[in-house]
């Protein structure tokens, strides 16, 4: 079968070279050479995101483990969840699912989630607030630094946790400038690595916060997994190494191209997108304004069918998103993320013309 390139919002492509760098023999994951290799990717990390005090850790899991690690570790009593989509109602339901009280507010699918809304629903009762970065199910990308001055100004002590599975790394977030406790991502996504990775971010206080909360579990313990890197520059239980290897050089990649670099070659190709969109007599799903940079999402007005558009693209050898969920065939969507450029996302549009005859 030959392969099918990606432009779907995860997992993405992968380079030929990290593809590569996972094929190496294994080492221990007690062994001085793994120290090496995971304090290198931390350190690679801290520099990628500018971190002075932060806490990084790479767990072996996909992003949804970073959900039930928030409900076991930063929620003591009760959050308020700030929902717009699918994903951030997972995170809703995985509070619940923790035993932990939570209000939610829902933004209708396809807005925004906004500074002001959020602080009217919030008050003295919540110790920390969800919001999803950029919400893969519609498109919409939420304006975090705003959401992090406010809440912080008004409400210091509440732990503020941002989803960015499908954002972080491809659109400039730095987790300290936006006041985040935690912020996490998933390797498949923007990271144009494979499935298997997730990365979360933690402020002191989120470390702090953990040390307060009862019934952390194991694999989800925020407080052991820190404290056993802070020991011992490793991971409590045997971590993907083949990944890591990779993760390793994707970092020297991206720190290469530079943080504002690559995001500015995201909002390119999301601005290129919106105007062929414009051109072609279609619209964009989510809030103008707050359209994502990684994934657009784009509404099916003209009421073509996207599963004999993919079927034909297959033959091609590219493959695009249908809408999700209850969007499909009404939306559908284009991951322009990871390693894509300006010249690739052009090539699959002129396909897209060619067999929609635009
Ligand atoms: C915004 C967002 N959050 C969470 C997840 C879940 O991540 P994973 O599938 O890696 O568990 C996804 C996956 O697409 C996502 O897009």
Redesign the pocket.
């Known amino acids: 079968m030959p392969h099918k390139r990606l432009w779907i919002?995860?997992p993405t492509e992968v380079s030929e070279k990290n593809l590569m760098a996972q094929a190496q023999p294994m080492i221990g994951h007690r062994e001085s050479s793994f120290t090496k290799l995971y304090t290198g990717i931390t350190d690679k990390l801290k520099e990628f995101f500018e971190l002075e005090e932060s806490h990084v850790i790479v767990h072996t899991?996909?992003?949804?483990?970073w959900?039930d690690i928030t409900g076991r570790n930063l929620v003591r009593n009760k959050a308020l969840a700030a929902t717009c989509g699918s994903?951030?109602e997972?995170?809703y339901e995985t509070l619940l699912a923790c035993g932990k009280e939570v209000d939610q507010y829902a933004a209708e699918w396809g807005t925004a989630t906004k500074p002001d809304a959020i602080m009217e629903h919030l008050d003295e009762s919540h110790d920390a607030l969800t919001i999803?970065?950029?919400?893969?199910?519609t498109g919409i990308r939420n304006p975090t630094t705003e959401i992090g001055k406010r809440l912080k100004a008004e409400y210091p002590e509440t732990m503020y946790i941002i989803?960015?599975?499908?954002?972080l790394g491809g659109d400039m977030l730095l987790p300290e400038k936006d006041q985040a406790d935690l912020v996490f991502t998933?390797t498949?996504?923007a990271f144009a690595l494979p499935?298997g990775l997730?990365i979360g971010i933690i402020s002191p206080a989120g470390y702090e916060r953990a040390k307060t909360v009862d019934n952390r579990g194991s694999y989800t313990d925020l407080v052991g997994l820190i404290d056993y890197y802070k020991k011992k520059g490793q991971t409590p239980s045997t971590p993907a190494i083949s990944l890591l290897y990779a993760l390793d050089t994707q970092l020297d990649d991206m720190l290469e191209e530079g943080h504002a670099n690559i995001s500015k070659r995201h909002e390119e190709m999301a601005k290129f997108t919106r105007t062929w969109v414009q051109k072609h007599g279609m619209k964009m799903f989510p809030e103008e304004g707050y359209e994502s940079i990684t994934v657009s999402t784009i509404a099916n007005n003209l009421e073509k069918s996207i599963a004999d558009l993919n079927k034909e693209l297959a033959t091609r050898n590219l493959h695009i998103s249908n809408g999700y969920g209850p969007f499909k065939e009404k939306n559908f969507r284009i991951g322009h993320m990871g390693l894509w450029t300006m010249s690739d996302l052009k090539e699959l549009l002129w396909h897209i013309e060619e067999i929609w005859n635009l």
């Open positions: 919002p995860g899991s996909s992003g949804t483990l959900m994903f951030s997972r995170m999803v970065h950029n919400e893969t199910s989803d960015s599975v499908s954002a998933a498949q996504k499935p997730s």
